[in-house]
C-alpha cells in the first residue's frame, strides 16, 4: 500500500530495532566497567607495574569504556617523567573521548529518527502529485479509483515515516540520557580510583628508578 517507499521504510524499521537491541547488549556497566578488569589494573597500578596494565587493556576482549580510557591515559603518562601529576588529568581527557565514542552509537538513531519523516514526507508528495493528475486526466469511476489509490499511497507513507520516527526519537533520547549516567557513575566510581593508582604507580617506578641509579663519587676520588 506505500509503494517502493513503503519497504523502505519498511526495511529502516527493521534496522531501528537491530540498532536499539545493539544498543541495550553494548550499553551496560557490567561491560563498561568489568570488575575483574577494573581489579586487576587496580592491582597492577598500585605494583607500579605499568607495562602489564597497559598490556591488561590491549588484551580485554570487549573494548570496554574503562579499558580505552586507561590505555590511553597510560600511553600519555608512561613516558613522561611528570607523569604521576598528569595522571587524573589524563583519565579525565581520556574519559571524555570515550563519551564521545560511545555516543556515536546513537547516532544511528538520530539519523532514522530525521529521515524517517523525510521518506514518509516524499512519499506523501508523489500520493498527492498521483491524486491531482487522476483528477485532471481521468473521469467518472476510473478518477474516483485513482484518486483513492494515489491519497492512500501518501497517507500511509505519512503514517509508515511516522512509525519509523517517534520510536527512534524517543530511543536516541533514553540512550543518550543512559550513556551520559553510566559514564558519569563509571568515572565516579572506577575511573577516580584508577587514576590514583596510576599516579602512585607512577611515583613507585619512578622511585624505584632514582633508587637503582649509582651513587656520585665525591669530588676529587680518583678511580683506581
Known amino acids: 500500500a506505500g509503494g517502493s517507499l513503503g519497504y523502505v521504510l519498511m526495511a529502516l524499521s527493521v534496522l531501528a530495532v537491530a540498532l536499539i537491541v545493539r544498543n541495550l547488549l553494548v550499553v551496560r556497566r557490567g561491560l563498561m566497567a568489568p570488575a575483574d578488569l577494573v581489579d586487576v589494573l587496580s592491582r597492577q597500578l598500585r605494583a607500579g607495574d605499568i607495562p602489564a596494565a597497559a598490556k591488561s587493556c590491549e588484551d580485554d576482549p570487549g573494548h570496554s569504556f574503562v579499558s580505552n580510557v586507561m590505555a590511553a591515559a597510560i600511553r600519555r603518562c608512561a ?23 560511545l555516543q556515536r552509537l546513537n547516532s544511528g538513531l538520530g539519523v ?23 483528477i485532471g486526466s481521468l473521469q467518472g469511476s476510473a478518477r474516483s ?4 489509490r494515489f491519497m492512500s499511497l501518501a497517507l500511509v507513507n505519512t503514517a509508515q515515516g511516522l512509525v519509523v520516527a517517534v520510536p527512534c526519537t524517543v530511543a536516541f533520547a533514553l540512550f543518550r540520557q543512559r550513556i551520559d549516567r553510566l559514564a558519569g557513575d563509571v568515572a565516579g566510581e572506577v575511573l577516580e580510583r584508577l587514576a590514583e593508582d596510576l599516579a602512585a604507580g607512577l611515583a613507585r617506578r619512578a622511585a624505584g628508578a632514582r633508587g637503582s641509579q649509582p651513587a656520585a663519587r665525591p669530588h676529587g676520588t680518583q678511580v683506581p
Not at 532514522?112 to 487522476?134: D, E, K, Q, R, S
Request: hydrophobic share 55%; no cysteine; glycine share 16%.
Open 79 to 101: 613516558g613522561n617523567p611528570m607523569g604521576q601529576f598528569e595522571a587524573r588529568a589524563a583519565v579525565e581527557e581520556a574519559g571524555q573521548a570515550a563519551v564521545t565514542k
Open 112 to 134: 532514522l529518527a530525521a529521515v524517517g519523516p523525510m521518506l514518509g514526507l516524499l512519499g506523501t508528495v508523489i500520493g498527492m502529485i498521483g491524486a491531482f493528475n487522476a
Open 145 to 148: 479509483t485513482e484518486l483513492a
